[in-house]
């Protein structure tokens, strides 16, 4: 068994290697007219230009968190937190650069080629960022394994650390900066001016594009990367502290099982092709099938090999389906082929008022049954392999992590190419390829939206368990009122966490607000088609509100579990991750599906129902589909952010919590 | 100390002559002129007519229960549900029909008299539904002591939960009504004919009024008695089930205390007088401080004479402390007098998203200091005084619901006598009297708002930890994953039982809708003011509508905990109940408060600011308030009941669960 030490970074670098491929592949490609270059360009600077800063800013959040650890903890853990840290940034640097030559791309093929052409382009422009994921995650773990050998191995949580907090500035920054573009955007150039989507008069439309790369590429790949890591990593953990485990075996487990995942979405990836004239969402569809079968397979295999039963292969598949379902489920709730969109959509004839509360209602509505799977999920995997396998369930979900970051990160790289190809003014018939590539993306979107926050709810379960083991707690007791009090604080800080960042998108698109708005009026050029606006100052307020709004949610984050761990003791801590985790993912689960819904309510009267656009139920839709934004893009999804930091923060604190004891 | 066994039926009592005393004051006053009497008639008849099918469709459920506790647990607890959900019915019921004299009484003093003696009328109706609430909990609790004697105590859960049922029904039906028949006729009344409030053409409008007195006095009686009781029979059965404390002093001590409440309530009653041109509020404040003041200096004196040490009185402080606290927090986020409100109405500048927006983030935010407070009131409380401490945390807050159900009361009462005076043509000096009270009956309805569910959580959370003992569990231990599937069920419940009580508001209310449409389409003299509209068949759709929504909610909460125990086990339904209880609080408080800063954003706007009435700033608050209406006064309240009933029926079945075993 000696060599399976090396089949995870080996498969990582498989996978880099593969996304190398890949990226080439796209960088020969032609990127069209000079016009589309030039826009394209924009999007791209802009987009680096935000990932560079933003990297710049949490230079002194890691530097001192790299001394704090090393000083407080141990200095390898910090070692290995710098390059957690590293390597998200790398994931996120490569895969969005790739993303944003692929937009220009797919546009182009739209145009030159046709739809099959064009989804090509899109789709492996978002495999890249999968694979890079993965493959830096994998090879990550793996290296360090392989240097330090398993007596070392528990400093592994300082590389998930780094990646988690790269992470929350990742999606919380990333999801700001998309949300005010997008807002802002929409408030002055759609609904004040009067003019369409993407229409290169508004000077936000670039700041737009570019946070569709900054939020829902990057943003999105790094909360899966955390996601990924973690589960690995909590996995690992529980190996190392059971007494009944072969504890290298246990180890190497998670990490075989993911080599496997990397190998599985490679294949994936390779069977999404599409022919004209039929559904791209079959040809994604059928990828997405493929390697999360060639997952279950392996998984007896595995299993059996490694531990002389199935057992440990059905908390696997646990997890898988969980995902899978969680999915489709999110999928009901939040596409117009179901009747929960459509009920929205009879209400907005009524009025914004009506629209919010059905929208509400339904998203309340739609927490039940990915609760019921993933309390399923959880009993049937530790059921079959005790607390391991819950952290079993959350690698198995994750395992496929490659095949559904390419799925999801495609979205918006086909969204961008409909807004290139309008900036253009390309031909009619591109824009109809590249809308409906950007249709399925929406729907792909909102299940990688589910996937992430299921994924989210089970990697820090995970790491709570793991938390609980590393200090050596034998219960967590909700008769002591310190847990119950820490449970309340758990369950409060989504809430006090979404209640900021949503105050900062409002503050963050008012600034974009005001800008749109000074340009029209101190220039009349700009709406005549004359002169250029200013594309560059409605990227750098997205940019600088995005790095400056991040700083408090982001703190609180990291700050929350070590002050409770401190004042109110390692048990009140383990509260308040079991609390926050619960009530984190009802609200995200929630805000992501009613913003979701609410945007296809919009999108499904656009199609020409209750009056089609311009009436006034269409109106109503439009205010459903703004509050919907900060509560789908911003957050919702940093909640995933917080509930698994705040664990890893636990996980790697734990030391200091036991060296120093609690106050109260 | 015998003696005090006949303390709490004795001030019982007191509160009861007390409440008829006002109750023949008030209907000695003259009703005004044979208009006013005319339209209260209507308002009386329709409210009463409400709580008479109300009761009608409960007997059959209590029916069923009656059978079901008898054969499943025994026959006592059996009678014990019936007093109990009894008692609950006279409470309602002869409050409101108090309430529902005292409103046009109310108008009429302020026609004849002035704001002194009009806050006097209002004031003392309100009043009886706070005498009669506490009156009827303590002379049945203590009653049912001196029949049963110490060692058949245990039974008294039955009465709580015939309280908790009533109020389930009492909440979930009157908030219903009351948003249905609210939502109906603003939408149609004020926005499409453009009449103003409390028209008599607007054929919802008497249905309006109506829902005032079943939501805001019936309902939220019948909230606080279910708190009440919940509160001192935790307590009791707290005391029963330890092995430290002597147990008739233990369950003689909540009745003690709640006997001084009731006395401290009374005496708090009679300081309520206002002087002309001075704030009404300034009375009522003054009331609630005397009769704080009296339970805080008798408690020091209790728990010395009982326990021998000031820890128990140091317990009911905090619970009291963190009542006033949730009270004075409620005010600071809903009130237009602080940031938060003045935010969302500039906020309501460009338009009902960013008005929707910045509401909800508002609603969140405000859920972290109330948090901070009961988490700090359970350590408090359980440091001086153990588990039981939690229990008297809750005894203490709630020792003074007479005055605060009179405090709120009486603002649905003034604003039901602004409808009649507006009704009745009144002059013009009557309804700014009216006005007046009103908006200060806004203020106090909010703080009771946030009084209900601070005491809900603490009455949840008292009946958890009893039922714990009850069941014989050492620990509800995080670490079992059946503890953790529990939470996770747990805290989706109240997001399900909101969506399911959000939805029939939306149903109920457009029937409303479409019913007052037909009116005016169908009789062109409604508008002209020369024939009458049909109030009674809105007040018939309201009524039927809340009857039939009502029932799946209800069943829910009924089922949902019989269930998990029954198939999870007891420790699942443990960490089922510390979920529901966390997560059901914060989005009780975060609805509660949305609800109610969108409320009074519309008014300041109204007011002048931002452009006034009529400005598209309005526009945009009148939808923020609209969706506000069935969160703070629908969804949010509901889940008070929710919780306290989750854990009252997991506590009466306890002796079922543990007859079976469980499932799984």
Not at 68 to 97: E, H, K
Not at 166 to 173: E, I, P, W, Y
Not at 222 to 235: K, P, R
Not at 532 to 539: F, H, I, N, S
Request: proline share 3%; charged share 15%.
């Amino acid at each position: 068994m000696e060599f399976l030490v090396y089949a995870a970074p080996i498969s990582g670098i498989i996978a880099l290697v593969f996304a190398y491929g890949l990226a080439s592949w796209i960088s020969k490609l032609d990127a069209g007219t000079d016009r589309m270059k030039e826009i394209a360009s924009f999007i791209s600077e802009g987009a680096m230009a935000f990932l560079r800063r933003e990297y710049k800013t949490m230079v002194v959040f890691v530097a001192v968190m790299f001394v704090v650890l090393g000083v407080g903890i141990d200095w390898l853990t910090a070692v290995n937190y710098l390059i957690g840290a590293g390597f998200s940034v790398l994931a996120g640097y490569f895969g969005m650069s790739v993303a944003t030559k692929a937009n220009v791309r797919t546009a182009n093929a739209a145009r030159e080629v046709g739809m099959n052409q064009a989804l090509k382009v899109a789709f492996r422009g978002g495999a890249v960022m999968g694979l890079c994921v993965v493959g830096l995650g994998l090879l990550g773990v793996g290296s360090i394994f392989i240097i330090l050998g398993i007596d070392k191995m528990s400093v592994i949580t300082g590389f998930s650390l780094g990646a988690s907090s790269m992470a929350l500035f990742g999606r919380v920054g990333g999801g700001i900066y998309t949300k005010a573009a997008d807002v802002g955007a929409d408030l002055v150039g759609k609904v004040e001016a009067g003019i369409p989507e993407d229409d290169p008069r508004n000077p936000a439309v670039i700041a737009d594009n570019v946070g569709d790369n900054v939020g829902d590429v990057a943003g999105m790949g790094s909360d899966l990367f955390e996601s990924y890591v973690g589960a690995i990593v909590s996995a690992v953990i529980l190996a190392l502290t059971s007494t009944t485990m072969d504890k290298t075996a246990g180890a190497l487990f998670p990490m075989a099982l993911a080599a496997i995942g990397i190998i599985a979405s490679v294949i994936g990836i390779m069977f999404v092709r599409g022919k004209e004239n039929t559904n791209p969402a079959a040809a994604l569809n059928r990828g997405t099938y493929v390697s999360g079968g060639i997952v279950i397979v392996s998984s007896f295999f595995l299993s059996l090999s490694f531990f002389g039963s199935f057992n440990n292969a059905y908390a696997i598949i646990a997890g898988l389906v969980v995902g899978i379902a969680i999915g489709k489920l999110t999928e009901i709730y939040t596409s117009s082929d179901f009747k929960y969109v459509k009920r929205i959509a009879s209400q907005c004839e009524t009025g914004p008022a009506t629209t919010i509360i059905s929208g509400f209602g339904i998203g309340m509505l739609s927490t039940v049954w990915p609760i019921l799977f993933i309390v399923a999920g959880i009993i049937v995997a530790y059921d079959f392999a005790g607390l391991y396998g819950i952290a079993l369930a959350a690698v198995g979900m994750l395992s496929t992590t490659g095949m559904v970051v390419a799925v999801d990160a495609y979205g918006p790289i086909a969204d961008n190419a409909g807004g290139i190809a309008e900036m253009c003014h390309l031909p009619k018939e591109v824009r109809v390829i590249t809308d409906k590539l950007d249709s399925v993306g929406n729907t792909t979107a909102a299940i990688g939206k589910g996937f992430a926050i299921g994924s989210a709810a089970l990697t820090a379960l995970a790491l709570f368990v793991s938390y609980s083991q590393v200090v050596g707690l034998k219960t967590i007791d909700l008769l002591n009122p310190m847990v119950v009090g820490g449970l309340f604080l758990g369950s409060m800080l989504p809430f006090f966490f979404s209640a900021l960042t949503m105050n900062s998108v409002g503050k963050a698109a008012f600034e974009m607000i005001e800008e749109v708005r000074r340009q029209f009026r101190e220039d009349s050029g700009i709406m005549a088609g004359t002169s250029k606006p200013d594309y560059a100052r409605c990227v750098d307020i997205s940019t600088k509100a995005a790095l400056r709004e991040m700083i408090a949610p982001g703190m609180m984050a990291v700050v929350a579990p070590i002050a409770v761990g401190l004042i109110l003791g390692i048990e009140a801590l383990g509260g308040l991750l079991a609390g926050a985790t619960a009530s984190g993912v009802l609200l995200a689960v929630m805000m992501a599906n009613a913003g979701g819904a609410w945007d296809n309510a919009k999108k499904y009267i656009e199609e020409g129902h209750h009056g089609g656009k311009g009436s006034t139920a269409h109106t109503a839709a439009v205010v459903g589909d703004t509050v919907g934004d900060p509560f789908k893009d911003t957050s919702g999804p940093s909640i995933n952010i917080l509930i698994k930091l705040m664990t890893i923060v636990a996980l790697v604190f734990a030391p200091m919590f036991l060296a120093f004891g609690s106050l109260l």
